[in-house]
Structures are given as C-alpha cells and as structure tokens.
C-alpha cells in the first residue's frame, strides 16, 4: 500500500487517510490506485463495519492533481478520466455507511469524494467548490455533475458548477451539501462517534438503508416500494430486528 494513503482499522471502523498534505492532498495516479484498492478491501471486509475518509494535515482534498494534467491522446484522456471516478463506484456500491471527514478546503475531486459519502461532516472552517470552470473543464467531474444537483437542487448546484466559487461551512450546511456542522475542535469525536454507532450494527438493516436510499436516486415510485417492501421483510426476519425489539420492550417495561 503508497505511503499517500495510511489505512487504520479500530472498532470496526476503516479510517481511510488521504495522505499528500504538502500537495494539498492532490490525487495523483498512485494515491487514487491505493484507494480504489482499499476501499475494495474494506467493503469486503467483515470486520469493517463502516468507513471514513479524511485527508491529512489542513485540508480534505485539493482534487486531482494538476501538475498530471499534461498533454494525453484522447483514448488515454478518456481511461484516465473513467479510472478517476473509479472510487467514487466503490463508495455508492459499498453497502456499509462511508462518511467523509471535512476540514479546510474541499474542492474538485476532493468534492467529488465527499459527496459519493453517506455523511458529510464538516468543521466550520471547511469550504466547498467545483473549480472546474476556472481551468476551462466542464463542472461535472469526479462526480460532482451527479449527485450535487441531487443534494442540494438544481439551482444551487448549478451556481456552484458554473461559477467555481467557494462556498462556506455555513452555506454549506444549510444548502444540505453537509450532514453535521461542528466546531473544528470536536470534528474527530463526532465522525469517529458516529462512525462506531454504525459499525455495531444493526448490520443487515443498515445495508438495506443505503441500498434503498441510493436506487432511489434513478427508481420510479412502484420500483422504489418493491425494494423497500423486501428490504423490510428481510429485516423483520433478521435476529438483530427480534434482539432490538426484546431490548426495547424490556426497557419499557422497566
């Protein structure tokens, strides 16, 4: 495994460490070839029951790293394009919660990253932009094209895509690009808390959550409540749904 990436493996949680900070964290080929590979991992992994991303040092992500944007054929420019949203595959494909950690800046793939995550939690000093237009590329990449417009509405995103500019942890969180906005000083507590509160359990039921939640971004109204009804039935039939439920009513009984 690079050195760009650190790996660290505690109460079931997979912290996944983007680790360039003199580069800004800047994704280059070997930093994105270690995530693909570990984030593969993880999700395979039974004893990982959720994931979080974070970069080193004083920002999430600077994005893909401008320095190996040098001249390429179109065939390459296009392999080269594909593999970048390679992670971003694995984390809407991952059936276990992936949260992003967000400090400082977090732009352009770096953006990209953060928004396939199921939480965005973001201390106040954290920004957020698509830079793309200011380079002359299209607002859409790594990503971003896809799931901003779903978060936070066409309009805005839209602002955000075509402008290039930043947008503050305030904004942010009341746009809904982020999940959780905290003070820079209780960041860490916050992600790993929520982060372990998911990696025990309930496992199976959490799965189906993401799982419904992520088709239900491209499914009709009747496909939608199709899953949900076998979602639901599996869970009802799952020992972690009669153990919650016994737990619950002991307690109310009490």
Not at 23 to 43: F, K, P, Q, S, T
Request: one cysteine or more.
């Amino acid at each position: 495994m690079s050195d760009k990436l650190l790996l660290d493996h505690q109460d079931g949680v997979l912290t996944l460490t983007l680790n360039r900070p003199d580069r800004l964290n800047a994704i280059d080929i070997e930093m994105l070839d270690a995530l693909v590979c570990a984030l593969a991992d993880g999700g395979e992994d039974d004893t990982v029951g959720a994931i979080v991303l974070r970069g080193a040092g004083r920002v999430f992500c600077a994005g893909a790293d401008i320095g190996q944007m040098v001249d390429h054929t179109p065939a390459d420019w296009q392999e080269i394009v594909d593999h970048y949203l390679d992670p971003i595959r694995l984390i809407a494909s991952i059936e276990k919660p992936i949260i992003a950690r967000c400090h400082g800046d977090v732009v352009g793939g770096g953006l990209g990253l953060s928004l396939a995550c199921d939480f965005r939690v973001g201390s106040r000093d954290s920004r957020y932009c698509t830079p793309f237009i200011n380079l002359g590329l299209a607002g859409c990449d790594m990503s971003s094209g896809y799931y901003l417009p779903r978060l936070i509405g066409m309009g805005r995103a839209t602002d955000m895509m075509m402008t290039g500019r930043f947008v503050d942890a305030k904004e942010a969180f009341e746009i809904g690009l982020l999940s959780r906005l905290v003070d820079e000083n209780e960041l860490d507590d916050t992600v790993m808390s929520l982060a372990r509160s998911f990696a025990s359990g309930p496992t199976g039921a959490l799965e189906f959550t993401k799982k419904a939640i992520r088709r239900s971004m491209d499914n009709d109204i009747a496909g939608e409540f199709d899953y949900e009804i076998y979602a639901q039935v599996q869970c009802l039939q799952s020992d972690a749904h009669r153990e919650r439920v016994a737990a619950f009513f002991e307690k109310r009984g009490r």
